[in-house]
């Protein structure tokens, strides 16, 4: 018996049918699943008053006709959210003390550390998703950054200014709050050795912080520095490629994902100093020790308490 | 007086010594302006310098009603008002003198300023640099009580380390990566030794930000395009001012008892980007090698008026911090950043 050849249309026919009955309910269940759980992880990440926080920190601005530095929250919420990622998932940051800070015009000094600037992109998550109410952070970003595309117009969207004293200055009157690491290039790029050590720090913050009355936080930042370990700074390389410091950090050559240390934020309790903001830099330095000892000691304090690096 | 005897001696030196005295005294008294200058000042004729320009004719009109209004231009200025009076003479000739001999002039302010990188760099410094300094002579010479320069806040620069809003004291950096802009600086900088050096005549240096409207300048210029250029990857906020803002400010800077520079913005700042969305402009990001490379080739051949070098006032912020005008001149824009914007659109009546 000779089959008869299969009608070309039945057999579109069938097709159809297939891609009727069971490819397409098939997707449209997998990427509602899908849907689901990036809706699900989207409000385990930020938290379910997310968009009440983005409320609150855009009609702060709105109310003052916009922010001039520049600050826009429509685009700030995905950075946030990218940010909120390593807040909450990879480096489970557990903050303490965040009742201190001041409402306000407020100088947060932290010790810098871990060779890629996260911990300031940290401390900015704690007060925007877990504070209250939510905070914008401002840091004062290196000048040449400025000078990169992109790069220039991604600080700025974020709220974050070129690092000249005028800006901080205008930012305090402003009632902002100011993220300063004293340490610098210095504290950022210290080696795996000399870890939770402060360097010296500079006296700028503490002159603007008395001229515009504004209470300085200490701020201890524990588990930045786990996040890259620095196995020292090689001098010849920096000077050969006219870079501040050329850190030998052996992660950077394995795709350069930091270390999942668990990061511990400690707020101190406000301090407020008066005087006069042109004094002697001996006058000064003696409240900036002031400051830098009660830091140091926030952080020999948590290490002490500290079980694991990673938990 | 003092003056009259030493004048009979006919030294120059005695001249001056009793200048010099004359100005102490004044200046113990507390009253540094006589009264009859108070009163020039208030009701004299203003001399407006570069009148034929959009910005002078909109001053022109907005000041012929209440005073006598003398304008000085090299350019014809055939619809005029009938009560303004209009020299067609260039600065730098020595005509220009008899505006103001005849001692009425109680103010001049200067808008010819020109600024055109095309053009000839000698006669662009001749006419910007020595043609005022001719004017400062006269001033100095007939005692004009008030003199108004309209600068701008370009002199400042556009530079990655400029904080968001610059002051008053700010240095003045533009030409350090735009020689272009050297004439303009020194033109500032020669009404600031003025400001010092005779302080019988009030002196007010304005700087405004990026003046918008039908005026032909670079801003307004370049926002008139049918699509904008920009660099890629940079995005500064800007502050704009209307013209007529403008002319507000330089009516403000025109009443006694004000000296000194004030910087002049508008309504809040907004990105470029937001300006251009507001607008409804399409903007054409350039990388920033393409597009300076790209711009010295069409400069090279003349096909574009627009310098390479300007390319840094849409890469990096020159923001001014007005609130001194706002004080002091009691200055406030009434333009929102829409209007401000949109009127480099507005029909051109003026």
């Known amino acids: 018996m000779v089959r008869p050849a299969m009608d070309p249309r039945t057999a579109l026919a069938r097709l159809t049918d297939v891609a009727a009955n069971d490819v397409i309910p098939f997707a449209q269940r997998l990427s509602a699943t899908m849907k689901r759980t990036a809706d699900d992880l989207a409000l385990r990440l930020v938290g379910p008053d997310f968009d009440e926080r983005v409320r609150l920190v855009r009609s702060r601005y709105e109310a003052i006709g916009g922010d001039p530095f520049g600050y826009d929250a429509d685009f700030a919420k995905y950075a946030v959210m990218v940010c909120s990622f390593f807040h909450r998932m990879y480096f489970r940051t557990e903050s303490f003390g965040m009742e201190n800070v001041p409402p306000g015009r407020v100088v947060l000094v932290a010790n810098h550390s871990g060779q890629v600037p996260i911990d300031g992109a940290i401390i900015g998550s704690a007060m925007f998703l877990d504070a209250n109410p939510p905070r914008m952070i401002r840091a004062m970003v290196e000048k040449w950054a400025v000078t990169l595309p992109f790069v220039a117009p991604f600080f700025t969207r974020v709220g974050q200014v070129v690092g000249v004293p005028e800006n901080a200055r205008r930012l305090l009157e402003m009632d902002e709050m100011l993220l300063v690491f004293p340490e610098g290039i210095k504290g950022i790029s210290k080696p795996f050795s000399r870890r939770y050590q402060l360097e010296e720090f500079g006296l700028g913050f503490l002159r603007l912080a008395i001229e515009t009355g504004a209470p300085i936080v200490p701020v201890a930042v524990i588990g930045a520095e786990e996040q890259y370990i620095n196995l020292g700074n090689m001098r010849w390389a920096a000077r050969a490629f006219g870079m501040p410091v050329f850190p030998l950090v052996p992660q950077l050559f394995a795709g350069g994902i930091p270390l999942p240390a668990k990061y511990r934020l400690y707020f101190g309790e406000p301090m407020h100093f008066s005087g006069d903001p042109d004094d002697d830099d001996a006058i000064i330095e003696e409240k900036v020790w002031v400051v830098r000892q009660t830091i140091q000691s926030m952080l020999n304090r948590a290490l002490k308490q500290r079980k694991s690096v990673f938990f | 007086m003092t003056q009259d005897a030493t004048r009979g001696n006919g030294s120059r030196f005695d001249r001056r010594a009793a200048d010099v005295e004359r100005r102490r005294q004044l200046r113990r008294s507390g009253d540094l302006l006589p009264v009859r200058a108070a009163k020039l000042i208030e009701n004299g004729a203003v001399v407006i310098t570069g009148i034929c320009g959009r910005l002078g004719r909109r001053l022109a009109r907005n000041l012929h009603r209440v005073r006598p209004v003398h304008g000085l231009d090299r350019r014809p200025f055939p619809d005029k008002p009938k009560d303004i009076e209009h020299h067609e003479i260039d600065v730098r000739r020595k005509k220009a003198r ?31 640099v020595l043609g005022f300094q001719k004017l400062l002579d006269y001033a100095r010479q007939y005692d004009v009580p008030k003199l108004v320069l309209v600068s701008s806040a370009n002199v400042y620069g556009p530079r990655p380390d400029n904080p968001q809003f610059l002051t ?60 904008v250029p920009t660099l890629m990857g940079f995005d500064p906020m800007m502050q704009v001012v209307h013209q007529d803002d403008l002319v507000q400010a ?101």
């Not at chain 2, 508008?266 to 470029?272: E, H, M, N, R, T």
């Open chain 2, 98 to 128: 008899d505006i103001f001999r005849r001692g009425d002039v109680g103010a001049l302010v200067h808008l010819g300023v020109m600024h055109d990188p095309r053009g000839d760099s000698e006669d662009h410094h001749t006419w910007n």
């Open chain 2, 168 to 227: 008053e004291d700010a240095p003045l950096l533009a030409a350090s990566a735009f020689s272009d802009m050297r004439d303009l600086v020194e033109l500032d900088m020669l009404a600031q030794s003025f400001f010092w050096k005779y302080p019988r005549t009030e002196t007010v240096i304005l700087r405004p930000t990026h003046i918008l409207g039908t005026v032909k300048n670079a801003p307004s210029n370049y926002l008139r395009l049918k699509v």
């Open chain 2, 250 to 350: 330089i009516l403000l800077s025109l009443q006694p008892g004000i000296r000194g520079i004030f910087n002049i913005a508008g309504p809040p700042p907004v990105s470029l980007s937001q300006g251009l969305s507001i607008l409804g402009r399409p903007a054409l990001p350039l990388p920033h090698t393409v597009a300076r490379l790209g711009i010295d080739r069409l400069w090279r051949w003349r096909m574009t008026s627009f310098p390479a070098p300007e390319l840094d006032f849409i890469r990096y912020v020159c923001m001014v911090d007005d609130s001194r005008a706002r004080q002091v001149l009691g200055y406030a824009p009434r333009f929102d950043v829409e209007q401000t914007l949109r009127a480099v659109d507005e029909e051109r009546w003026v």
